[in-house]
């Protein structure tokens, strides 16, 4: 729901009804006026496609290299048994 959100905001919603609604643009500054909002939609898609997943990547390399799970089972056990 949160990429949803952020795409809608860049104009995702505007872009997709545009294109199925054969829309088409004649004059100059208004294919410009989109071109600008492509351009904005186009950097949120490379933001949520690429930078999230590697952002969340190092988050996690950095939380998780404190825990390790070298040497955190024993294969024998010793018992001590006093008499």
Not at 10 to 36: D, H, N, P, R
Not at 61 to 77: A, E, G, M, P, Q
Request: with cysteine; net charge positive; hydrophobic share 45%.
């Amino acid at each position: 729901m949160i990429t949803v959100a952020l795409l809608n905001s860049y104009g995702y919603s505007s872009s997709e009804l545009a294109k199925f609604s054969g829309a088409s643009t004649s004059t100059v500054a208004s294919s410009q006026i989109q071109s600008a909002e492509s351009s904005g939609l186009t950097a949120a898609m490379f933001l949520v496609t690429c930078a999230v997943p590697i952002v969340t990547g190092i988050l996690q390399l950095l939380i998780w290299r404190f825990y390790t799970i070298r040497d955190s089972h024993k294969t024998s056990y010793t018992v001590s048994v006093m008499a």
